[in-house]
């Protein structure tokens, strides 16, 4: 009987920790923003099928919440990913799935040649120099990481990001455990200052 209490609270624990986490990264080096010209970034994952994937099915969902109901017609969405194999960009995958799944019918860009998190920001930067509010979607701890990566490439760019829903409690919850150790591996190259929460 111990033994299955035990359990059963460190399950609890580490369920509790994981939307924590997730939480705390979905917050860091977000601005309130300012404005009405809005970007939605979306961050590709490998999808070597023609269509696409669960993870990136999600971020397209993630991406077209997030978009302000007050700014629908003011605001650009751009996919961003290569080629994973021989399919479509991941990019073109996730353009796709928003159009045709979901019906959006807003303003819609394509970054293509991206291969890593690094890349995705570099190339979409000509995109966001007009943008007054920049969001930048995928897994809390991802988007995170690209964040960080905008405001070391373009600190004045960076000073417009604002929040996503990318976090939503009880979302993914038996998961977050696992991604929350996956993102303590991917951010550990983050100084403590990038991980610092926006108030």
Not at 37 to 65: D, I, S, Y
Not at 164 to 183: F, Q, S
Request: charged share 25%.
């Amino acid at each position: 009987m111990r033994w299955g209490t035990g359990l059963m609270i460190a399950g609890v624990a580490a369920l509790a920790w994981g939307e924590w986490l997730n939480r705390r990264w979905s917050r860091a080096l977000v601005g309130d923003g300012e404005g009405t010209r809005e970007v939605v970034v979306v961050l590709g994952f490998r999808n070597p099928q023609a269509t696409a994937n669960l993870v990136n099915r999600w971020r397209v969902r993630a991406g077209l919440c997030s978009i302000d109901p007050g700014r629908v017609h003011d605001t650009r969405v751009i996919f961003t990913g290569g080629a994973t194999g021989e399919a479509a960009t991941e990019a073109r995958v996730m353009a796709d799935y928003a159009k045709s799944a979901l019906g959006f019918a807003g303003n819609v860009l394509l970054e293509e040649e991206s291969a890593t998190t690094w890349e995705n920001i570099t190339n979409v930067i000509p995109l966001l120099e007009d943008a007054d509010r920049i969001k930048i979607v995928s897994q809390p701890a991802h988007a995170l990481k690209a964040r960080a990566y905008l405001r070391r490439q373009r600190p004045d760019l960076a000073g417009r990001l604002v929040r996503v829903d990318d976090y939503r409690l009880g979302e993914w919850t038996i998961a977050k455990p696992l991604l929350a150790l996956y993102g303590l591996w991917t951010l550990r190259g983050l100084t403590p200052d990038e991980r610092k929460v926006s108030r």
